[in-house]
């Protein structure tokens, strides 16, 4: 049978996920992962993930490996040891394989949440977005155009002048989707204000992310829905100065008794300084090759 889908080498880019025909045992090993209490085993994570981007046959590999307080991985010397690991296999397999090791004791970007975090990804790639996001972008952009030989291009430009936009487009197009449907909105939202006068040093990256959780982005159980519109924005990161009763955050809903358990999860998220005071930030810790 034919299709007249565009082709992957037609877009320059593809969005997929595991399913029967890449790596299907990868599902039953993890799922005896679970019932063995194995899950954070470095070697079975490693394999896992590396199976996968192995199957699919890639020449070369960048990995992001999150660490800190809203990573898998809280320690930095295990996150580096699972870098380590996945580029020792991707390298045994042949493939050019490379890791970024990442601070996520702060979360990334300015939102915590399903649709909130495509529309910024989406700001981004028109050219805007949060600093840290283009940063860690343009620095994974780099280091995939190197492993693949590409020496004269320049993805920071890409993402200023429009070009990262058009192949999104394009790529959405080419699997069935419309680039300019509309993202579910959040019925309700509760605004969490500044405490007092300072500077902002910490964000915690876990209490955001459980109270996201909490508002309905993610599940407690397999069953449960998830809210594609709740979740978290923030409106200030560590490092920014900020005023009593100024938003902090605005949490996001369908179910307004959510709102109370949400604000628990945050209730020492935030430490704020004196003014005068700087963070101790660095969002990209080392680089693994």
């Known amino acids: 049978m034919t299709t007249s889908w565009p082709r992957l080498q037609d877009v320059g880019a593809v969005i997929c996920a595991a399913g029967a025909g890449l790596a299907p045992a ?6 005896l992962r679970d019932v063995t209490g194995t899950v954070e085993a470095i070697p079975l994570i490693a394999s896992s993930i590396m199976s996968k981007k192995i199957a699919e046959g890639t020449g070369s590999l960048v990995l992001d490996v999150k660490v800190g307080s809203g990573a898998f991985m809280k ?6 040891e699972l870098a380590e690991t996945m580029v020792a296999l991707g390298k045994d397999a042949g493939v050019n394989t490379v890791a970024l090791l990442t601070n996520m004791n702060t979360p990334l970007g300015l939102t915590a949440g399903n649709a909130i975090e495509v529309e910024e990804s989406v700001e981004v790639l028109a050219g805007g977005g949060p600093e840290d996001v283009v940063e860690l972008t343009v620095r994974l952009a780099e280091e995939m155009l190197a492993c693949a030989g590409v020496h004269d291009a320049d993805p920071a430009a890409a993402l200023k002048d429009g070009r990262a936009m058009d192949v ?3 790529m959405i197009a080419a699997q069935g989707g ?3 449907a509309a993202l579910p909105v959040a019925r309700e939202s509760d605004v969490v204000y500044a405490p007092a006068d300072g500077v902002l040093v910490e964000l915690d990256a876990l209490a955001v992310g459980v109270a996201a959780w909490r508002l309905g982005a993610g599940r407690a159980r397999k069953e449960d829905a998830v809210q594609a519109g709740a979740g978290v924005r923030m409106h200030a990161k560590p490092g920014a100065t900020v005023r009593a009763g100024e938003p902090l955050m605005t949490l996001l809903t369908d179910t307004p ?7 628990e999860a ?3 998220a935030v430490v704020i300084a004196p003014e005068g005071s700087r963070p101790a930030q660095q969002l990209i810790i080392d680089r693994i090759a």
């Open 26 to 31: 990868d599902k039953k090993l993890y799922a």
């Open 75 to 80: 320690d930095e010397s295990r996150a580096r």
């Open 168 to 170: 999104w487009n394009r």
């Open 178 to 180: 419309d680039p300019r």
């Open 257 to 263: 008794e959510r709102f109370g358990r949400a604000r």
């Open 266 to 268: 945050l209730e020492h």
